[in-house]
């Protein structure tokens, strides 16, 4: 991606706010502005451009997880694979694969578009706001993962039955039914109905 004044601002790490502008949008994705990151989630929020991955290894398991202790918007809660914001200009494709390798030290073997959401989820602990038009990637990772520590606290591969359990029993985030639910259509294409998705 070339950088221009809108990217050159953008901090490649998500666990700070300084300087990092997203794209704002309307009700039909179509870009209408920007805004810079916590401002746009601050109550009552302003609809932004987000994505969300969701990858998978060769056994149909999915990969997530637990969103490091130092962010500032919902930390140390589990979550999909990884998940973000474009840059202002940068397609969403891109701006996925770019997250997955920068927080995981992995670059998706097979990554496809799944549809988009749009949600509007409160998060009470901080008092921020997701309000977020979300485009939804499924794909497999088949390399080990190197979870940056400023970013990832820890990882798990999990069939639906295991994840069915954490979920019982960890917090996860507010948008992650959500993104999860919209997805199910390509994460079963993709994974096969053995996988149980």
Same mark, same amino acid.
């Given at each position: 991606m070339p950088i221009t004044p809108a990217t050159a601002t953008n901090s490649p790490s998500s666990g700070t706010t300084e300087q990092i502008v997203l794209e704002l949008v309307d009700e039909d994705g179509v870009t209408i502005g920007t805004a810079e990151k916590l401002a746009a989630h601050q109550p009552p929020g302003q609809?932004?451009?987000?994505?969300?991955?969701?990858?998978?290894?060769?056994r149909g398991r999915l990969l997530v997880q637990q969103?490091?202790?130092?962010?500032?918007?919902?930390?140390g809660v589990w979550s999909n694979?990884?998940?973000?914001?474009?840059?202002? /200009?940068?397609? &969403?494709?891109?701006? +996925?694969?770019?997250? @997955?390798?920068?927080?995981? /030290?992995?670059? &998706?073997?097979?990554? +496809?578009?799944?549809? @988009?959401?749009?949600?509007?989820?409160p998060d009470p602990a901080s008092g921020l706001v997701e309000q977020e038009f979300n485009h939804l990637f499924v794909g497999m990772v088949q390399a080990p993962v190197r979870p940056d520590p400023e970013e990832v606290a820890s990882t798990a591969f999990v069939t639906p039955e295991e994840l069915a359990e954490r979920h019982e029993k960890d917090t996860f985030s507010a948008w992650f039914m959500t993104v999860l639910d919209a997805a199910r259509p390509a994460?079963?294409?993709?994974?096969?109905?053995?996988?149980?998705?």
């Open positions: 609809l932004h451009r987000a994505f969300s991955v969701f990858l998978f290894d060769a969103r490091a202790l130092g962010k500032y918007h919902s930390p694979t990884c998940c973000g914001h474009p840059y202002p /200009g940068e397609a &969403p494709f891109a701006a +996925a694969a770019r997250r @997955t390798f920068e927080e995981l /030290g992995v670059s &998706p073997s097979l990554l +496809a578009e799944a549809g @988009t959401v749009r949600y509007n989820h994460i079963r294409e993709l994974t096969g109905p053995s996988a149980g998705w």
